[in-house]
């Protein structure tokens, strides 16, 4: 699993630096990390959707669209029965903060759920993300 997030962050700074002749380096070195997290443990659906995630939206010449395709088909139908089982957590229970909305005449009490954390987000999109293909 640790080098499937170690891949990602590689393919986030081969993004953002300014050295261009380390992007592809960079790049490369990072999808075959997230290759090798996925073919260590091919049923693992954190590994597939951190590479499909990070590879959907790369450029046509690392030819990766249909593999992340691929692996966002396969996460979709087993995201579902993990959740059930509690090895992929759909949602935590949201701590809520009260807010005071005061007005002229009145105040009122609000209560107003916590925005989800990007761990959050990103273990949730699974489902979401196999809808948009």
Same mark, same amino acid.
């Given at each position: #699993?640790?080098? +499937? ?6 393919? %986030? &700074? *081969?993004?953002?630096?300014? /050295? ?13 990390? #997230?290759?090798? +997290? ?6 693992? %659906? &954190? *590994?597939?959707?951190?590479? /499909? ?81």
């Amino acid at each position: #699993m640790v080098d +499937a997030y170690s891949g990602s962050l590689e393919l %986030l &700074e *081969a993004a953002h630096t300014w /050295a261009i002749w380390d992007k592809r380096r960079l790049a490369n070195e990072g999808l075959a990390k #997230m290759d090798q +997290a996925v073919n260590r443990a091919p049923d693992d %659906l &954190e *590994a597939r959707f951190i590479r /499909a995630a990070s590879a959907w939206h790369l450029p046509f010449f690392f030819r990766r669209r249909e593999q992340a395709a691929s692996d966002f088909t396969f996460i979709a139908p087993r995201a579902e029965g993990a959740v059930a089982k509690g090895t992929l957590p759909l949602s935590w229970p949201q701590p809520r903060s009260t807010t005071t909305a005061r007005s002229s005449s009145t105040a009122a009490t609000v209560t107003v759920p916590n925005k989800p954390s990007k761990r959050q987000c990103a273990l949730t999109a699974p489902v979401r993300a196999a809808a948009m293909l």
